[in-house]
């Protein structure tokens, strides 16, 4: 029995089969953008894969080249403000995260774990009223909505030109930054199903077929897939074949259930 909560998340084959583009049947890994970004990426940890998952949206995407070539060379990487790196290490000096969006603002310039959910959320929602109220807390420092002290960056060390400029960044990027523990999640079972496959391929494979049992196209598809791979995908059998898809020496054994016209009756 596999206890997926030991598996190791510094497998390098498992990495160097997504960086191949190898991700057929991998979650949230499979679409063609998908693959040839993680070709470019060619990721070689979790972070990478948690990374490529928020990034690989509209809006972030615009950030792929820079984290890649962060990635790369990292004598690419550029942090406005020595406060910024310890945040943006990480991500190679991108903004990814939501949780960063908040940590820059708490650490330049002093809000509250409160406060800088509460600019999170006012960048998401696009509220330009807000937006230009906490700019000005951002900058400046002052007394916030239920009278609380915010020291601003400038006060903090942070020059006024560098604050603006990185204000102008959270802003242009909150509204469309992933929460980093919601792609932990996806990038987790996204890891999980890439070990599987390519440490039980066999086994992952006619799972993948039984899960795709009612969509003949998708089952097709993966067949084609298990025979790139090396496997060999055996004929319905009435002696040897299931409902569904099995294991047999090695190779898969076509389900019954799979072929037209035959039901479950």
């Known amino acids: 029995i596999i206890d997926y909560d030991r598996i190791p998340l510094y497998d390098a084959s ?3 089969m997504i960086a191949d583009g190898e ?3 991998v979650f949230q890994l499979e679409s063609g953008g998908m693959t040839a970004f993680m070709k470019e990426l060619r990721p070689e940890s979790f972070e990478d894969i948690i990374a490529g998952i928020s990034l690989f949206r509209p809006g972030p995407m615009e950030q792929i080249p820079r984290y890649v070539a962060g990635k790369h060379n990292p004598s690419t990487i550029h942090y406005d403000h020595p ?4 945040i943006l290490q990480v991500t190679y000096g991108c903004m ?5 969006v908040m940590q820059i603002v708490r650490e330049l310039a002093g809000f509250s774990l409160g406060q800088a959910d509460n600019i999170r959320r006012a960048m998401s ?4 009223a807000e937006i230009a109220k906490y700019k000005s807390l951002f900058l400046h420092g002052g007394v916030d909505e239920k009278g609380r002290q915010v020291p601003g960056a400038v006060a903090r060390g942070v020059s006024l030109a560098t604050a603006e400029k990185v204000f102008e960044e959270v802003m242009a990027f909150a509204g469309y930054a992933f929460n980093k523990s919601h792609a932990a999640a996806y990038a987790m079972v996204a890891y999980q199903t890439a070990w599987l496959k390519k440490h039980y391929p066999v086994e992952f494979m006619a799972a993948m077929l039984n899960s795709y049992m009612g969509d003949l196209g998708r089952a097709a598809h993966y067949v084609r897939t298990a025979r790139k791979m090396g496997i060999s995908v055996l004929p319905p059998d009435t002696n040897c074949s299931s409902e569904k898809f099995t294991t047999e020496s090695g190779k898969i054994r076509f389900s019954l259930l799979a072929v037209k016209n035959v039901g479950e009756g």
Do not use: I, R
Not at 83 to 86: A, H, T, Y
Not at 125 to 128: C, H
């Open 83 to 86: 406060m910024l790196e310890p």
């Open 23 to 25: 991700t057929d049947a």
């Open 125 to 128: 929602k696009k509220k330009p």
């Open 14 to 16: 498992v990495y160097k």
């Open 96 to 100: 990814v995260y939501q949780e960063q």
